[in-house]
Nanobody
Framework: QVQLVESGGGSVQPGGSLRLSCAAS????????LGWYRQAAGKEREQVAS???????QVADAVKGRFTISRDDARNVAYLQMNSLKPEDTAIYFC????????????WGQGTQVTVSS
């Protein structure tokens, strides 16, 4: 079992930055891929970024060059650094954990709201 707790969401003006954290607890957290989906009102869920280790990470084209994902396995925390935020980044961001190669996440966080508005 893995428990995930997100933090760091909030409201920011366009062009601003936020850093989301996903604190994981449980057994063998380092074995999981950690990542984020987001879901905007009235839209489908969208993969944002994921990381297994420094050599195995990815970010979606929609956020490439603006968002960076990292993880600290000593603290069992994953981070999503979001820069140059746009109104279209407004969504609830959900942290997840899944086995490498799995199609679906095994565990989910509660979600954190990110609002980008002037």
């Amino acid at each position: 079992q893995v428990q995930l707790v997100e933090s760091g969401g909030g409201s920011v003006q366009p062009g601003g930055s936020l850093r989301l954290s996903c604190a994981a607890s449980g057994s063998r957290v380092s074995m999981y891929v950690l990542g984020w989906y987001r879901q905007a009102a009235g839209k489908e869920r969208e993969q944002v970024a994921s990381i297994y280790n420094r050599a195995a990470s990815q970010v979606a084209d929609a956020v490439k060059g603006r968002f960076t994902i990292s993880r600290d396995d000593a603290r069992n925390v994953a981070y999503l650094q979001m820069n140059s935020l746009k109104p279209e980044d407004t969504a609830i961001y959900f942290c997840y954990a899944k086995f490498r190669g799995a199609a679906e996440a095994s565990y989910w966080g509660q979600g954190t709201q990110v609002t980008v508005s002037s």
